[in-house]
């Protein structure tokens, strides 16, 4: 059965890095997404991602926070100079397509830790 | 802005007992719910996916209902394993691109 990765399972990183999360999202599938999950809150919305372009995107995703898909199978967040609270489990979601109807599949994440 | 509620917020029953998992939200106007397992510190391992037109939906021993004019899910487990053990969280779609998530009910089965 298709599956979303991710990569890498877990990263560690200095406060003020730049770090780049990468997703491979199932392959027919048209509309991406960005979750993140701080320890002990709940999994929150970051960024919708459909054509090339950000279809919807929540008040955490500020201006350090970018994503793109930079070929045909890859998808990235990518946090441009990170804080201490960037610290979380990011999951990379992909479905067919958009809507409320619609099933996203979540992939396994990547667990940052920022010191 | 759709709210999703999940009590208990934790749940300790011994081997053999049935689970009994609450979520509420706040706008009914949903097409559908997702119920997901968590291990600590894994992902996201999704478990029912109940179409708002159905009431109910099976798999093994898990059961997931779906009442949307009270805005109520429940996930029932029956004869709890130890293997069982996880968070459980459900969620609902906000609009055409969001999900928003409960925080979780914390499950322990005692052997």
């Known amino acids: 059965e298709p599956e979303v990765t991710q990569t890498p399972s877990h990263q560690v990183t200095q406060m003020g890095q730049e770090v780049i999360l990468r997703c491979v999202p199932i392959?027919?599938?048209?509309?991406f997404y960005w979750y993140r999950q701080i320890l002990g809150q709940k999994v929150e919305f970051l960024v919708s991602?459909?054509?090339?372009?950000?279809?919807?995107k929540s008040e955490i995703f500020d201006d350090q926070f970018s994503v793109e898909r930079p070929d045909g199978s890859n998808f990235t967040l990518k946090i441009r100079s990170t804080k201490l609270e960037d610290s979380a489990m990011y999951f990379c979601?992909?479905?067919?397509?958009?809507?409320?109807?619609?099933?996203?599949?979540f992939g396994p994440g990547t667990r940052l830790l920022v010191l | 802005k759709q709210e999703v509620t999940q009590i208990p917020a934790a749940l300790s029953v011994p081997e053999g007992e049935n689970l009994v998992l609450n979520c509420s939200f706040t706008?009914?106007?949903?097409?559908?719910l997702q119920w997901f397992r968590q291990d600590p510190g894994k992902g996201l391992t999704s478990l029912l996916l109940?179409?708002?037109?159905?009431r109910e939906q099976t798999s093994g021993r898990l059961n997931a209902s779906l009442d949307k004019s009270s805005g109520r899910s429940t996930l029932y487990i029956a004869a709890s394993q130890p293997g069982d053990s996880a968070t459980y969280l459900c969620?609902?779609?906000?609009?055409?691109?969001?999900?928003?998530f409960g925080a979780g009910t914390t499950v322990t089965v005692r052997a």
């Open positions: 706008d009914s106007a949903i097409y559908n």
């Open positions: 991602f459909y054509n090339n372009e950000i279809s919807e």
């Open positions: 109940i179409q708002s037109s159905q």
């Open positions: 392959s027919n599938h048209l509309y």
């Open positions: 969620a609902v779609p906000s609009n055409d691109y969001k999900l928003s």
């Open positions: 979601a992909s479905s067919i397509l958009a809507g409320r109807g619609e099933t996203q599949y």
